[in-house]
């Protein structure tokens, strides 16, 4: 796998410091305009960056109808 380096100089927009990302990291992300991104800061001073995918809402319905609709069964199933 080819590591592909790319630099950008921390700019102040507003009262905040911000970065753009270049086309090369949007791609590789398949990130664009609105999407959001996930930081994950480790002890040793590194950082990786990854799109957020959040739940999906079918998903989240789902669980939704199954605790309302088997709750004493799912209460007597994590009682066992």
């Known amino acids: 796998m080819a590591v592909i380096e790319v630099e950008r100089k921390i700019t102040k927009i507003g009262n905040s410091l911000g970065v753009t ?16 991104i996930k930081f994950n800061l480790e002890d040793n001073g590194n950082v990786s960056v990854r799109k957020f995918t959040p ?4 998903f989240l319905d789902g669980f939704k109808y199954a605790f309302e609709n088997y709750d ?7 009682d066992r």
């Open 21 to 36: 990302l270049p086309q090369e990291v949007l791609k590789h992300l398949k990130i664009k305009h609105g999407d959001e």
């Open 55 to 58: 739940i999906d809402e079918d």
């Open 72 to 78: 004493d069964a799912l209460s007597n199933l994590a």
